[in-house]
Structures are given as structure tokens and as C-alpha cells.
């Protein structure tokens, strides 16, 4: 309700008190006129539950108009909240997609750059060189293939609906990463054995 309805609520009130004082004044000081003081008494009772009943209806509105908007705001701010965890989920899958593609580009290139070394440096034709250089690439496939798993998973994960960011993390995911490096050092160590 605005200041000018809450004005003129207080002005009808007003205006209904002056009227009942006159009708007080006017059955005390003269009792003779008129039906008797019962009538003023009966027609104030009833502007007094007139007013009690329009306040009444007005609080009601007001509470009823609050309680809409209340029930509006709750429902914005969910509404803000579930966008809110879209995103965040949105890109923690990203993130961690960045980090599969990155290992699972860096498996392949140490798996065909330490092939093409191999075949190249006439030392790697050794026992020791040679076996080094094919558990690295064991290594380097077993990281690739963790890469693809983390990869499927994050992906299902992304679809749902529900579920907190924990579950983006995979153990293939949080393996692949380790192997790569472990790919790195067995390939490494096997060209500098051939060296």
C-alpha cells in the first residue's frame, strides 16, 4: 500500500472520530432530541467495525502482496543459485578436460618421439636401452588410456544434473598425469643409456 492510501485510511479514521465526538456531544448536551443515546451509541459501534473491517481487509492485502513477493524473491534466488552451479560445474569440467587432452596429447608425442629416437640412435639396439624404452611406452599407453577414461567420465559427469564438483575426479584422471611422467623418465633414461 502507498503513503496516499495510508493517508487516506488515516484521514476516513479521523474523520469517523470527529463524527462520533460530535454524536456524544450532541446526545449529552441535549437528551431530549432524537431516539435516545442508544443510537449514537449503535451507530458508532458500527463505523467503529466498518474501519476495523477495512483495516483489516487492507492488512490482509498487504500481507498477502508480501508474502507473493517473498515467495518471488525465494524463487529467484534458487533460480540463481542453480545457474550459479551450472557454471561452476560447466567449468570445472572444462578444466579438467584441458588437463586429459594435454596429457593425452603429451603421451602420444613421448610415445612417437622417443619411437623415432629409437630408430634413429644406433645405441637404443641394446638390451638394457631397449627394454627401458618399451616400458616407457607401456607407460606412455597406460597414461593415454587413463587420459581417454578420465576423459569418458568427466564427460558423463558434466551431463548430470546434480552431484558436486568432487565428482569430476576421476582415479584414471588422477592417474594419468603420474604415468606420463613415469613415461617421460623410463623414455628419458633409456636415450641416455643409448648415449
Not at 35 to 45: I, K
Not at 47 to 66: N, S
Amino acid at each position: 500500500m502507498g503513503l496516499a492510501q495510508w493517508m487516506r485510511v488515516l484521514d476516513t479514521i479521523g474523520g469517523l472520530a470527529q463524527m462520533t465526538s460530535r454524536f456524544r456531544r450532541g446526545t449529552d448536551l441535549e437528551p431530549s432530541m432524537g431516539p435516545g443515546p442508544g443510537v449514537g451509541g449503535q451507530l458508532e459501534a458500527r463505523l467503529a467495525g466498518v474501519v476495523v473491517a477495512a483495516l483489516k481487509e487492507a492488512f490482509d492485502r498487504d500481507r498477502a502482496r508480501l508474502d507473493l513477493e517473498r515467495s518471488q524473491m525465494d524463487a529467484e534466488h534458487h533460480r540463481a543459485e542453480e545457474a550459479l552451479r551450472a557454471e561452476l560445474r560447466r567449468q570445472a569440467a572444462d578444466r579438467a578436460l584441458s588437463q586429459l587432452r594435454l596429457v593425452a596429447v603429451m603421451a602420444l608425442g613421448t610415445w612417437m618421439l622417443s619411437a623415432a629416437l629409437g630408430v634413429w640412435l644406433p645405441g637404443m639396439r641394446d638390451g638394457t636401452p631397449r627394454m627401458l624404452l618399451g616400458a616407457g611406452w607401456l607407460v606412455a599407453i597406460a597414461a593415454l588410456g587413463c587420459a581417454f577414461a578420465g576423459w569418458q567420465h568427466v564427460s558423463a559427469w558434466s551431463a548430470v544434473v546434480r552431484g558436486g564438483p568432487e565428482a569430476a575426479h576421476h582415479p584414471a584422471a588422477a592417474a594419468a598425469p603420474w604415468l606420463l611422467l613415469g613415461a617421460l623418465a623410463l623414455s628419458g633414461a633409456s636415450l641416455l643409456w643409448a648415449l
